[in-house]
């Protein structure tokens, strides 16, 4: 069984850049969700994704979009980079939705956006 | 909407001290509740979940924790800590409704434990 997969590890953009990050799910779970961590901060919610729609949005503007693909990983795009969008995002992975699931999280990009 | 507070940001322990982070939710609602702890240079692991039924949950490593219902918490705690316990660790919650599966986590507990 394989865990969840990021990538790239790291990234430096220059503002006003445009980033594409990537999970692969683990094994068998269908729902994927993207969180960010700023720095001494807990991972804030940004959106999840089941079975290829999106399910739920955190307080992010519409610059972060996502998407998730038949084999059930799933990218993180943003456009226009800020300064604030410096953080460690974070991809987890569960199965299903609407019940008592788990998430297991990736080891994160770290991007720098200078 | 949910929110989660841990109380501690930086706890200094001695090895084999006892230890206990809080960790205290605002929702009305049925939850699930989560702990996890990221180590030095790792990803996030779980430590432990409750669901429902038995309010005192055991996890790995010897750590367990306690839902209070009234209390709105779910204090983590670990009898006598190991140096290898040096982590930052994660109250985190979801309401149990459909459609709403993301995690609300709070700031972190960064747990430093002295040889």
């Known amino acids: 069984e394989t865990g969840v997969t990021q990538s790239p590890t790291h990234l430096i953009k220059t503002r006003g850049q445009q980033v594409t990050l990537r999970c692969s799910s683990q094994?068998?779970?269908?729902?994927v969700s993207w969180y960010q961590q700023a720095l001494g901060q807990g991972p804030q919610f940004i959106f999840q994704?089941?079975?290829?729609?999106?399910?739920g949005r955190g307080n992010f503007p519409p610059r972060f979009s996502g998407l998730q693909f038949p084999n059930y990983s799933s990218e993180l795009n943003v456009n226009a980079l800020e300064l604030d969008d410096s953080a460690l995002y974070l991809c987890?992975?569960?199965?299903?939705?609407?019940?008592?699931?788990?998430?297991?999280f990736g080891p994160g990009t770290r991007l720098t956006v200078t | 909407a949910q929110s989660v507070s841990q109380h501690n940001h930086h706890v200094i322990l001695s090895e084999a001290a006892s230890l206990e982070l809080g960790c205290n939710y605002s929702y009305g609602g049925t939850v699930n509740l989560f702990w996890y702890v990221q180590y030095p240079g790792q990803h996030l692991q779980l430590l432990l979940k409750y669901f429902s039924g038995d309010p005192l949950v055991k996890g790995i490593k010897g750590f367990e924790a306690e839902f209070i219902k009234s209390k709105f918490s779910f204090n983590l705690r670990k009898p006598s800590v190991q140096w290898s316990d040096t982590a930052e660790y994660f109250c985190?919650?979801?309401?149990?409704?459909?459609?709403?599966?993301?995690?609300?986590f709070g700031t972190g507990t960064r747990l430093t434990i002295i040889p």
């Open positions: 094994s068998g779970h269908n729902t």
């Open positions: 987890a992975s569960s199965l299903g939705v609407g019940g008592p699931n788990e998430q297991y």
């Open positions: 985190a919650v979801n309401a149990r409704i459909f459609g709403n599966e993301k995690l609300t």
């Open positions: 994704y089941y079975r290829e729609e999106e399910n």
